[in-house]
Nanobody, 121 residues
Framework: QVQLVESGGGLVQAGGSLRLSCAAS????????MGWFRQAPGKEREFVAL????????KYADSVKGRFTISRDNAKNTVFLQMNSLKPEDTAVYYC??????????????WGQGTQVTVSS
């Protein structure tokens, strides 16, 4: 069993930055993919970004490309999401996730508890 613990959410003005962290309770298998989803009130949970533990390959949702950066620290079993140029539409609960294969909301093996990000206009 793997536990994922997020931190770093909060309230920020539009144009500001936040850095989310996700610490895994143990090293996940090298084949796992780590990433972030978000869910705004009344909306479905949506993909934000992912990174592979092994080679660090990354992928982003079009809505965050160029503004968000996902990275990892293998030694600390931690994944980060640096969010810059935040917009009010980025407001959501952000969830850390770990999975194998297709990285979709219905195919995730482990979820974090979520951390609230609120961007004021």
């Amino acid at each position: 069993q793997v536990q994922l613990v997020e931190s770093g959410g909060g309230l920020v003005q539009a144009g500001g930055s936040l850095r989310l962290s996700c610490a895994a309770s143990r090293r996940t298998f090298s084949s796992y993919i780590m990433g972030w989803f978000r869910q705004a009130p009344g909306k479905e949970r949506e993909f934000v970004a992912l990174i592979t533990w092994s080679v660090g390959w990354t992928k982003y949702a079009d809505s965050v490309k160029g503004r968000f950066t996902i990275s990892r620290d293998n030694a600390k079993n931690t994944v980060f999401l640096q969010m810059n140029s935040l917009k009010p539409e980025d407001t959501a609960v952000y969830y850390c996730a770990a999975g194998i294969g297709e990285f979709s909301a219905t195919n995730i093996n482990y979820w974090g508890q979520g951390t609230q990000v609120t961007v004021s206009s």
